[in-house]
């Protein structure tokens, strides 16, 4: 097999990769022995728009959804479809078949044209395998590349900072470029910041970042700006944040902040209670030609929640959706925007709000998270709103499904008991002092 062949002669460098290559070859073999081999592309146009139908229904089992992605493997409409290898990937490590991965992957290298794949469908491979939790195939992989590239190289470090493995990244960022004659660049760069920062060395982020101009030959722009901010952010070195901003978006570089810089900026001032200055930049990100997107509302909602300023946060909920965007207007609440502001409303004992918040949540099919809704049905008995407290309970029982119904009926069945519990005792406490008022008034 033309990718057994390559992939036996990747395994000439570097010995200490000899085992896990080896694995992969004899991976490579058995699976192609215990699956068909594709044939040639006679697959009619119909019958490929079935095919990929039934590999994105839920309802097809993996090892039907392995024979479909075989049977569609050599027709170059097949091969060309992207979000139909990563949705084909996702299915089968979402039902533990990782074995059909590897047999499909590396199957899918002996449909495409002698001599060997394109380096743009080894890179694809790299990161669905990365996608799988597969980095050791990523590896694999990349070493298939002929002659080594920076776009190989940033792909597998985008590969080993997906699956967690940072420290793995580091290193072969400081050792393959050396081994194989590669000049990394700017993209392979970033994800080495990245990954710097998740390991939680900071300082040296900022080094290599410092050092990119004369070291590497390599200008820095905000993408790799961005990484030391949220460095500095993670550690709350929000001196260092400010003077680093600061640094780059004045005279010497002059580089322009884009939505992830506002973002960043905007998460700052909410860790240092200033959520209503955070609020105030979605007005200058539209006015500078950067429109807001949903994590930015989110940063500032999560603030104004978190410093109970709850009637802020909901007039944001409302103005989102009629934020100018490119092409239209508006950006969609998602579910972490319901929940986050539904806790504060309830914390804060706005229950009509905090209704309103969760109708619209379940609307959307989002379950709110029990205890919440627990406490706001608390909340709505005690104000003598117990129609609207069973209607809220129905509809999250019909929402809830599974073992989740069952659990949520426990959770309905204690927060009734509870609100009626409290309002007889309030109701025991004002009988009581209205006898004694009355008892003093006649003596």
């Known amino acids: 097999m033309a990718a057994a062949a390559a992939l036996r002669r990747a395994i000439a460098p570097g010995p200490t990769l000899l085992l896990r290559r080896q694995i992969l070859v004899r991976l490579l073999s058995t699976s192609t022995q215990r699956q068909p081999q594709p044939q040639p592309a006679t697959t009619s146009p119909a019958e490929l728009a079935r095919i990929k139908n039934s590999i994105r229904s839920a309802a097809t089992a993996p090892d039907d959804l392995a024979a479909h992605f075989l049977q569609a493997l050599p027709h170059p409409a097949f091969l060309g479809d992207g979000p139909i290898f990563s949705l084909a990937v996702s299915r089968l490590v979402s039902a533990g078949r990782r074995d059909l991965v590897t047999s499909l992957l590396s199957t899918s290298l002996t449909a495409l044209p002698a001599p060997h794949p394109s380096e743009g469908f080894l890179l694809r491979l790299i990161s669905l395998y990365a996608q799988a939790g597969m980095p050791d ?111 780059v978006t004045g005279s010497k570089r002059r580089l322009k902040p884009n939505v992830t810089t506002y973002n960043l900026r ?93 109708r619209e949540c379940l609307q959307n099919k989002w379950v709110p998270p029990f205890q919440a809704v627990k406490g706001l049905i608390v909340g709505l008995v005690k104000s003598r709103k117990i129609k609207h407290a069973k209607e809220l309970g129905m509809a999250m029982k019909k929402a ?15 927060a009734f008991q509870l609100a009626l519990a409290e309002r007889k005792a309030v109701f025991a406490i004002l009988s009581e002092l209205m006898g004694g008022l009355l008892g003093g008034h006649v003596t």
Request: proline share 6%.
């Open 137 to 247: 195939h990523s590896l694999s992989t990349f070493r298939l590349v002929r002659p080594p590239t920076d776009r190989a190289l940033s792909a597998l470090l985008a590969a080993y900072h997906d699956a967690g493995q940072h420290d793995r990244a580091v290193k072969a960022f400081r050792d393959l470029p050396a081994e194989l004659s590669i000049a990394p660049g700017l993209v392979s760069h970033n994800v080495l910041l990245k990954c710097m920062v998740a390991t939680g060395d900071v300082a040296g982020a900022r080094k290599v970042f410092d050092g990119m101009p004369d070291k590497a030959g390599v200008q820095p722009d905000i993408v790799s700006c961005n990484e030391i901010l949220r460095g500095y952010l993670k550690t709350a070195d929000y001196p260092a944040f400010d003077q680093l901003l600061k640094d």
């Open 400 to 414: 809830s499904k599974g073992d989740a119904k069952d659990e949520w009926e426990k959770v309905e069945t204690a």
């Open 266 to 358: 905007m998460a700052a001032l909410c860790a240092k209670g200033r959520s209503f200055e955070a609020e105030e930049l979605l007005d200058a990100m539209a006015a500078n030609g950067v429109p807001p997107n949903r994590e930015s509302f989110n940063t500032v909602i999560g603030g104004l929640c978190k410093e109970g300023e709850v009637d802020a946060a909901t007039r944001l909920l409302k103005k989102m959706p009629e934020v100018p965007r490119p092409g239209g207007k508006g950006v969609l609440p998602n579910s972490e925007t319901y929940i986050m502001l539904l806790e504060a409303l309830v914390e804060k004992r706005a229950f009509s709000p905090a209704l309103e918040v969760c």
